[in-house]
């Protein structure tokens, strides 16, 4: 059971390129969610997805786009990178939240630089 | 707009005293989760708090929620040195609907020394 996964864990990108970050999860989640988290700031709510086929944004969604095709996959692209979304990425997915504790399960992150 | 405020936001403490993390959260919450990150790591799920005067403790951790006055603590008794991190906590507002999302505090830098 390998919970959480992200794929890169590290990269760097050139300003104006493009690319996409895949999250995994093997817990038959409902509900999966992308966070940026910057120097000295909690996490921040990119866009999130309540099932297969459906997504929508969260506190931070410019720059971003979602598509989760598969229930077991979220992914996240940056169409065209720039600098401010130099930051590490964070995946996290959960039960719907009608079960009791509704706990979110972290990846373990991607650390991007857009130079 | 929910703000999550906790304070301290940086914390040096002696090992073996004990000391409280503050979390105060602007607008009406049916529960809060703590998280603590070791630095380059992840979050790991600490306390799930899902109604008011819930106490849940975990070791040298203990963590409180009263919902009328939008706080919930975090006390940490006679710390060692691995509880060294940052602690986060973070609220899912009522009105968020059905997907739950989280907002988080800023974050609480623990360092415990020697």
């Known amino acids: 059971n390998a919970g959480v996964t992200q794929t890169p864990k590290f990269r760097v990108l050139k300003t104006g390129q493009s690319m996409t970050l895949l999250c995994a999860q093997d817990?038959?989640?409902?509900?999966m969610y992308w966070y940026r988290q910057d120097p000295g700031m909690g996490l921040r709510l990119i866009h999130y997805?309540?099932?297969?086929?459906?997504?929508a944004k969260g506190e931070v969604p410019d720059g971003y786009n979602v598509s989760r095709l598969k229930k077991q996959n979220f992914l996240l692209g940056l169409e065209s990178a720039a600098p401010s979304q130099t930051s590490v990425y964070f995946c996290?997915?959960?039960?719907?939240?009608?079960?009791?504790?509704?706990?979110?399960?972290f990846g373990p992150g991607t650390r991007l630089t857009v130079t | 707009e929910l703000k999550v405020e906790q304070n301290p936001l940086f914390l040096s403490m002696q090992e073996g005293k004990n000391y409280t993390i503050y979390c105060n959260y602007s607008?009406?919450?049916?529960?809060l989760y703590w998280y603590r990150q070791d630095p380059g790591k992840s979050l790991e799920s600490l306390f799930v708090l899902l109604s008011n005067g819930a106490v849940k403790q975990e070791g040298r951790l203990m963590a409180s929620l009263d919902t009328k006055a939008r706080l919930s603590t975090l006390h940490i008794t006679a710390a060692v040195h691995d509880l060294s991190a940052t602690y986060f906590c973070?609220?899912?507002?009522?009105?968020?609907?059905?997907?739950?999302?989280?907002?988080f505090g800023s974050g609480t830098q623990l360092t415990v020394l020697p």
């Open positions: 996290a997915s959960s039960y719907r939240f009608d079960r009791e504790v509704n706990e979110q399960y």
């Open positions: 817990m038959n989640h409902e509900y």
């Open positions: 973070a609220v899912v507002p009522i009105s968020s609907g059905s997907a739950r999302q989280l907002t």
């Open positions: 997805s309540v099932g297969e086929g459906t997504t």
């Open positions: 607008t009406t919450s049916d529960r």
